[in-house]
């Protein structure tokens, strides 16, 4: 029969376990920290900062222009390597999205930039939309989004953002009121608290929109150096316990 001592000791080391520190991760988006040539595509571009990875892939969003995206198969993969020119555009110290050519159903192309409304669709749905461009920043752990940091975002300009599948935010601008952003400040820079995730998609939905992104900042939980210490001692206490009553 288990011992309610046992049981006890082992809720109060779970209890200490939940307490956590906060590691901030800034991810600059420069070509030299995600190791690949500026001026160039990709499928995916990654890097690491405070043991937090994270990769970046190009998407097409078929929405209905609203902040809405449709559910049939509408958040699609720009492959770099089914043509080249289309994908992750890192440029310098910032990356964007092109997406060029006939795939996904694109015609002629766009510049390097996120941009809205680059080809008017028709979804199974039979509801008239466009085709519109994200980024979806992917991280290896549960984070929450601190900073993002925008490049040429103008009074024109609005972005969306789905995370982990569930529109958050939509049609933000730098007059955009929401309880999710705490401030916004000069040099394109949005703040945010309360967004917690493992995916961030960035999308925009409107043909005056036209931006990069120059950096995305998160923070990562993780257990307290003592905390460790203190459930690792725990635990082989109660192994040695267990092991003198079996004596």
């Given amino acids: 029969m288990i011992n309610m001592r046992l049981i006890w000791m082992l809720g109060v080391l779970l209890s200490f376990g939940a307490m956590t520190q906060a590691s901030a991760a800034v991810f600059n988006l420069k070509a030299d920290n995600l190791g690949v040539q500026s001026g160039k595509s990709y499928t995916s571009v990654s890097m690491s900062d405070s043991g937090v990875s994270m990769s970046v892939s190009a998407y097409a969003v078929s929405n209905d222009g ?24 890192v440029g310098g110290s910032r990356i964007g ?15 390097n930039d996120l941009t809205g ?5 028709m979804p199974a749905s039979s509801t008239s939309g466009r085709i519109d461009e994200g980024l979806m920043f ?4 549960i984070v929450m989004l601190d900073r993002l940091d925008l490049y040429s975002f103008g009074g024109s300009d609005d972005f969306n953002l789905i995370v982990d599948g569930v529109a958050i935010l939509v049609n933000i601008d730098d007059e955009a009121y929401s309880p999710y952003i705490t401030r916004f400040s000069s040099g394109d820079t949005f703040h945010f608290s309360g967004i917690s995730g493992r995916e961030f998609l960035v999308w925009t939905d409107h043909g005056g929109d036209a931006f990069m992104i120059d950096g995305i900042h998160v923070i990562s939980a993780v257990p307290e150096p003592s905390t460790i210490s203190l459930i690792a001692l725990g635990l082989a206490g109660i192994t040695f316990y267990a092991r003198r009553r079996k004596a």
């Fill in 97 to 111: 999205v092109r997406s060029f050519g006939a795939e996904n159903s694109m015609r002629g192309g766009d510049n």
């Fill in 117 to 121: 409304f680059i080809q008017e669709t």
């Fill in 138 to 141: 992917s991280f290896s752990q």
């Fill in 66 to 89: 609203e902040g809405s995206w449709f559910e049939d198969s509408s958040i699609q993969l720009l492959n770099n390597t089914a043509n080249p020119s289309s994908g992750v555009y």
